[in-house]
């Protein structure tokens, strides 16, 4: 069973830099799609952006494009996020998560999930 452990929240102030990190174990990491979300309080969570196995393909949340960049490195079993420019409204627990096939933003498709980073921007 592959495990999902975030790192990399913080706080920061309005329009700095935070890098996510999701470091995985196992041995099919570099075969999978992973995916990033987060959740607000008291709100839903949203999908932030996937990446497919190789890296090669990219989706995002049109209102992540441009300000946040999700790459991985399957030597290291790790998935990032890049996140510039953050906002107050990117205050939120984010979560990475994993998905055998396809890139998509519909979680019930993603099977396996971290346990979150708290990531806060004060104004």
């Known amino acids: 069973q592959v495990q999902l452990v975030e790192s990399g929240g913080g706080l920061v102030q309005a329009g700095g830099s935070l890098r996510l990190s999701c470091a995985a174990s196992?041995?099919?990491?570099?075969?999978?799609?992973m995916g990033w979300f987060r959740q607000a309080p008291g709100k839903e969570r949203d999908f932030v952006a996937a990446?497919?196995?190789?890296?090669?393909?990219?989706y995002y949340a049109n209102w992540a494009k441009g300000r946040f960049t999700i790459s991985r490195d399957n030597a290291k079993n790790t998935v990032y996020l890049q996140m510039n420019i953050l906002k107050p409204e990117d205050t939120a627990v984010y979560y990475c998560?994993?998905?055998?096939?396809?890139?998509?933003?519909?979680?019930?498709?993603?099977?396996?999930w971290g346990q979150g980073t708290q990531v806060t921007v004060s104004s």
């Open positions: 990446i497919n196995w190789s890296g090669s393909s990219t």
């Open positions: 196992g041995r099919t990491f570099g075969t999978v799609v």
């Open positions: 998560a994993l998905r055998r096939y396809g890139l998509g933003q519909d979680e019930t498709q993603y099977s396996i």
